[in-house]
């Protein structure tokens, strides 16, 4: 009996279990950009400070305006099929004054379904909603590390439009 076949399908099982789990966790480059963007349908950036992140371009890595200019070691995660994101950041001298919603009525969302190694997973105890943004967003303090959160749910009074691009009917 011939063993070559099953030798070969063997390790090419292998290593596609290997890629599996290795690739997700390796640093980017273009092959991990690729497939996180095509297969996991997210994708990622680093700023070495908030003034660095362009007001204009994709969308999905504009920062909310309440993040402080001065924040440094921005990071954002984004799903490619929609508006859920993750971003971390570290405070600089300008304090974050707070997440704050004005509306009685926020929704709690139901947690991050994005994954990145940065993002701690346990924040939901420490969560607040921030609202004055286009989307609602859990948001998380922790010393000068900040963790915010959305799954593109519009904030209170919002007002959501083609292209779901969201326009505040009213800034508080």
Known sequence: MNRRPLVIVAAVVGALATAAFALPNLPPNPVTSVLSDR???????????AADAS?????????PSWIPKDATDVRIQARTTGQ????RFTLGATPLDGPQCAAPAVR????????????????RAEERPECRDFYQYQVAVRGKKVYAWTDGTPS??????????????SRG
């Open 156 to 169: 209170p009074g919002a007002r959501i439009q083609a292209g779901a691009t969201a326009v505040p009917a």
């Open 108 to 123: 709690k969302a139901g947690g991050p379904r994005l994954g990145a190694r940065w993002w701690p997973g346990d924040t």
């Open 84 to 87: 859920a994101r993750l971003i």
């Open 39 to 49: 297969v996991f349908q997210e994708k990622g950036k680093r700023y070495a400070s």
């Open 55 to 63: 007001a204009r371009g994709d969308r999905a890595f504009t920062l």
